[in-house]
């Protein structure tokens, strides 16, 4: 019997993956849920369930820095991000973290099981989709913490010289930055590199 646990802060998901699970409980459990990131690592830590899936867009706490903490009460812990994130910085990060599969929530019941054997027997389970994602976001160049705070205050509509004055840096510093930036994310603009951040997720909206 494999136990599944739900971290998901919408309650119409929890509700519906619980139901689904419950259908199969010749080979599922259902272990428990919990509605938010906040606590994530307490309750992982209390439920001990085989597979946790673990959302990622969740408001209080992004779903990455939660895989981080129920990894880090719980080393063992296995764990399928089932979400809506096709972002390859989010593909990327929960896979170096540590997630055992990343499964989209638009797949069916089925791929969702499949993810669950193949991890709970010790692999891995990543579809060919997502895998592209990661295979894209490695060719790119790591924005240094110093751009990915130029980048978050030039989406939230800052100019440059709101940049400067809010980081305490040159307004030339600011635009070697947002150089740098233009060339790591493929992009020739302001516009495109605001596009780009939110969609490939390295600025949340």
Not at 32 to 47: D, L, Q, R, S, W
Not at 68 to 91: C, F, G, H, W, Y
Request: some cysteine.
């Amino acid at each position: 019997m494999i136990s599944i646990a739900i971290v998901d802060d919408h309650a119409m998901v929890r509700m519906g993956l619980k139901y689904v699970i419950n259908l199969h409980s010749d080979e599922f459990s259902f272990a428990g849920e919990h509605p938010c990131g906040t606590g994530a690592g307490a309750f992982v830590a209390n439920t001990k369930p085989d597979i946790l899936l673990l959302d990622i867009c969740m408001p209080d706490r992004d779903g990455i820095k939660v895989l981080e903490d129920v990894l880090l009460v719980r080393p063992e812990q296995k764990v399928i991000m089932l979400t809506t994130s096709e972002a390859d910085n989010d593909v990327y990060r929960a896979l170096n973290m540590g997630a055992k599969g990343y499964l989209l929530k638009d797949r069916d019941s089925d791929d969702l099981f499949k993810a669950a054997r193949a991890v709970a027997n010790g692999g891995t389970f990543v579809p060919e989709a997502v895998r592209e994602l990661y295979r894209q976001r490695q060719m790119t160049e790591d924005l240094t913490p110093k751009e990915g705070e130029v980048l978050e205050k030039l989406a939230g509509g800052l100019s440059t010289d709101g940049i400067a004055d809010s980081m305490s840096i040159s307004d030339n510093a600011v635009k070697k930055h947002l150089k740098s930036i233009f060339a790591k994310l493929g992009v020739s603009d302001r516009v495109n590199a605001v596009t780009e951040a939110f969609r490939r997720g390295f600025v949340r909206r």
